[in-house]
């Protein structure tokens, strides 16, 4: 007499598998959105050392 499959265990490695892919991509966007500097404040709003003009 054959197994009856355990369909339980099956549903939850599918789940697993698919929350893992999503945390995976979520990560790789954020490395991406970190690389090209959207998300560092201290870069918006500041000016460069010797932008400044003498008020003489």
Known sequence: ???????NFEKRQKD?????????????????KDALG???PESEGS???GSE???E
């Not at 007499?1 to 369909?7: H, Q, S």
């Not at 893992?20 to 490395?31: S, V």
């Open 1 to 7: 007499m054959a197994r009856k499959p355990n369909y």
């Open 16 to 32: 697993l598998a698919r929350v893992k892919k999503k945390e995976e991509k979520l990560q790789k966007k954020a490395l991406k």
């Open 38 to 40: 959207n998300d560092i």
């Open 47 to 49: 000016e460069p050392e």
């Open 53 to 55: 003009t003498p008020t």
